[in-house]
């Protein structure tokens, strides 16, 4: 049996329409887990510790290794490892620096996740000859940065930071490497229900000193020990503190307080990082703030603190109509206003809006110690009845017109409970107590048709989207498939433009496609296959927000259809649509995301062979190796190797075998992958890993002898002939070696240019034929549905709908 994966927060199982980051719950889970927990009044002082709390120090451990290198650098998001991270500028030490205070938070629960999962899963990878025990040797350049890997009983757990700071060429400001060790014990608990008394996890602080200026802060967190890594690329202004016009308005992030006794302390090596803030200077009171990454802001409200500078009186050149009061909004990660960017207008009854601070109140001075003087700091506290619901990006906007973000997650006071709250699980709530879970939320959608009027969503604004898109889908219903684009890309640039919760769109346009199908969700497929197009469009015309929109109702209609279907093929259907999705993704650089996407097309469809084999060679390019080999003999078992899947599965299993170790059962699988009948490029790159694979035991004759049989059977292939006359020249025969040129020389001047089929190329990129067959699965599937759609959507628009 295949092990089931603990669930991080971005693979959690819910709803795309529902879902607003990948790195963060979504509201549907939020809500549910408050329900139940009995979330009441939260108390709104900032939790400070009035004695210094205990804080470790990380130590430096030198550079990157090459893999760790390319993943901070790929500027992607995501992993197995579940964090949090936020970036707070500070004066540097001197007057030409900005010290960029890195925070990260690591959840307990996936830093001591037992290694008895990935064993398990191993021991099903190397099911052939030796391979059990391989998987888990270091080989190469990880040797001495990875530590093999052993469960609990291994040792300490080591975990390392790699935090880089680019600029918008990619030039590097700034950097580190450092680890920390912690005992299993010391968190082995800690997440043991959501009782406030437990240990979240480790709240990590580090400094980056940059230049004033633009910057991309990349950090890569490594669980040496299990192998479980996260990525985060947060873009960030270091301002030019000594420069700036003294009338000249500054607003930090804002710091939330979290409770120092819920979370193990580690202050990276190098200059003092200012957190936890020493808060004894300023008249705020004794005490030390912990800053939150991602508060949680609960019914009853949530004390803050903001620090900055010129912050209650209009910029210079204020334009009119800028903010006059302190004013906070929430909105889904990745539309929330950037730069210059204005905020969308919305009525004020419509959840979302923005809400004017009910307390705000100075209380001294916050010393940067830096070479900067000091910043102002000023107190608050936030309702959040009137923000949006959910996991996204709280903006606070000052009197001054400027603002500030961070990730948040916001709980309205109308889902708390009327009974009296369990004391344990009292107190402030953090994004870590949300991660138990491995339920899926389903959506609020009833299963009998309706009309948009009868709709639970009744604001006027939103029923005239929804109407105008049911006008754009008639197109469909006429087989205009090219107008139906563009009718709806209009539709849904037309609802952003009026700066209508993108949630809510979604919902609406997930309502209407329902209403329409008329119960019978079969009738849903046409529309899949229309939104798939819709975020490749928006994508291909810059528009990443209308992107992730397209994206996010395609999920929501898949998961409808998923819930809904009685077909016996739901699970092959919807897991196909899926690998389409990850297709799309994969083609935009979004890698880590596309894990995701095929995670899910797994839980509908286990045994799916293009996800199992599209997720093998993501797992590959990452570098976990023993990931890719379990994967790998999951697909052995469901694809023969006469069909094109089977025979790339096995070569690839061969491969990567022989990374991790299990050199005799590499070399069966290479050996089996020069059958006649494998693909011509699967059989090229066979030879090649075949004659690397004996060179690197030592066989070198051996190797020689596989690479004259390659020359003899594929004779256009270049690398076969330089391979070969290395592998002469290694075995001290530099006049065999010459010969081998010269037969290679011949064969240019005979055949001009080189073979346009790149063996190694093919190898390399993403399993297109896979992908191909997924798609056109499911393109039949939708075609099939397309009259019934056509007469749905005739009929339902006939009775008024």
Do not use: C
Request: aromatic content about 6%; proline content about 8%; overall charge negative.
């Amino acid at each position: 049996m295949w092990p089931t994966r603990r669930v991080e927060p971005q693979h959690l199982p819910v709803p795309a329409v529902m879902a607003s980051s990948p790195a963060i719950p979504t509201f549907g889970l939020a809500a549910a887990l408050a329900m139940g927990l009995g979330i009441g009044l939260a108390d709104v002082s900032p939790a400070r510790a009035t004695q210094p709390p205990e804080v470790r120090t990380a130590s430096d451990v030198g550079g990157l290794e090459a893999r760790s290198a390319a993943l901070v650098l790929s500027g992607q998001q995501g992993g197995n490892l579940a964090a949090s991270a936020l970036v707070v500028p500070f004066p540097g030490r001197d007057p030409e620096t900005t010290r960029l205070v890195l925070i990260v938070d690591l959840d307990a629960g996936s830093l001591t996740a037992s290694a008895a999962t990935e064993a398990s899963a191993a021991t099903e990878a190397t099911e052939a000859t030796e391979a059990t025990e391989a998987v888990t040797a270091p080989t190469g350049e990880d040797q001495e940065a990875e530590e093999t890997p052993g469960g609990d009983d291994a040792g300490p757990l080591i975990t390392e930071i790699h935090a880089y700071a680019l600029g918008p060429d990619d030039t590097l400001a700034a950097h580190f490497t450092q680890a920390f060790a912690l005992e299993a014990e010391e968190l082995a608990d800690s997440k043991a229900g959501t009782k406030t008394g437990t240990k979240a996890g480790v709240k990590y602080f580090g400094v980056l000193e940059v230049p004033p200026g633009e910057w991309s802060v990349r950090i890569l967190v490594r669980q040496r020990n299990h192998g479980r890594m996260a990525l985060r690329a947060i873009p960030v202004t270091a301002p030019d503190f000594a420069s700036m016009d003294p009338r000249e308005p500054l607003l930090l992030p804002p710091l939330f307080a979290d409770p120092p006794e819920r979370w193990i302390l580690v202050r990276g090596a190098g200059p003092a990082a200012p957190f936890p803030l020493d808060l004894r200077a300023t008249s705020a009171g004794e005490g030390w703030l912990v800053p939150s990454t991602r508060p949680v802001i609960e019914p009853g409200g949530r004390a803050f603190f903001l620090a900055g500078r010129n912050l209650q009186t209009p910029s210079v050149g204020a334009r009119p109509g800028e903010p006059a009061a302190w004013t906070a909004r929430a909105y889904e990660a990745g539309t929330e206003p950037r730069g210059d960017a204005e905020e969308p207008s919305a009525s004020e009854d419509t959840p979302g809006d923005a809400t004017a601070f009910p307390r705000v109140t100075r209380v001294g001075s916050l010393g940067s110690g830096g070479a900067v003087g000091t910043l102002e700091l000023w107190e608050a506290d936030l309702d959040p009845d009137p923000l949006m619901p959910g996991a996204g990006v709280l903006v606070l906007t000052a009197p001054a017109g400027v603002r500030a973000s961070l990730p948040a997650v916001v709980i309205p006071p109308r889902l708390a409970r009327a009974e009296p709250v369990d004391t344990d699980a009292a107190g402030t709530r953090l994004w870590t107590d949300f991660l138990d879970t491995t339920a899926s939320v389903p959506m609020q959608i009833r299963p009998e048709p309706r009309t948009v009027e009868a709709a639970e969503i009744t604001d006027e604004e939103l029923v005239r989207f929804q109407a105008a898109y049911l006008k754009a889908l008639g197109h469909l219903a006429a087989g205009d498939r090219l107008t139906t684009l563009t009718a709806v890309m209009e539709v849904e640039q037309s609802g952003f433009a009026r700066g209508t919760a993108t949630e809510r769109l979604a919902r609406g346009q997930l309502q209407v496609a329902f209403d329409v199908s008329g119960g019978a969700v079969e009738r849903l497929l046409p529309l899949i296959q229309l939104h798939q197009e819709l975020y490749r469009e928006h994508r291909e015309r810059g528009r990443p927000s209308l992107a992730a929109h397209a994206r996010r109702v395609t999920l929501g209609l898949i998961e409808l259809y998923i819930q809904h279907s009685e077909d016996k093929d739901r699970g092959r259907v919807a897991a196909a649509a899926l690998v389409g999705l990850a297709a799309e993704l994969l083609e935009y650089g979004n890698t880590l995301e596309a894990i995701s996407v095929l995670d899910l097309a797994l839980e509908h469809d286990p045994d799916h062979p293009p996800a199992l084999l599209t997720l093998a060679a993501i797992y590959e390019l990452l570098g976990d190796y023993p990931e890719t080999v379990g994967l790998l003999h999951r697909l052995e078992k469901v694809a023969p190797d006469s069909d094109t899947v089977g025979a790339e599965a096995r070569l690839r299993l061969g491969v990567n075998l022989a990374r991790t170790g299990a050199r005799r059962a590499a070399a069966d699988y290479l050996e089996a992958s020069l059958a006649p009948d494998r693909p011509r490029w699967i059989r090229a790159v066979a030879y090649e890993e075949l004659a690397v694979l004996h060179a690197g035991q030592g066989d070198l004759e051996v190797a020689a002898e596989v690479l004259e049989e390659a020359v003899e059977r594929m004779p256009q292939q270049q690398r076969f002939y330089i391979q070969l006359a290395a592998m002469y020249e290694s075995l001290g025969d530099p006049g065999t070696a010459r010969t081998v040129l010269d037969r290679l020389e011949e064969r240019v001047r005979r055949h001009p240019g080189r073979d346009r089929d790149s063996p190694r190329l093919r190898y390399s990129q993403w399993p297109e034929q896979a992908l191909e067959s997924s798609r056109r699965l499911f393109e039949k599937a939708a075609m099939s549905r397309m009259t019934a759609l056509a007469e749905a959507l005739a009929d339902f628009t006939a009775r008024g709908g």
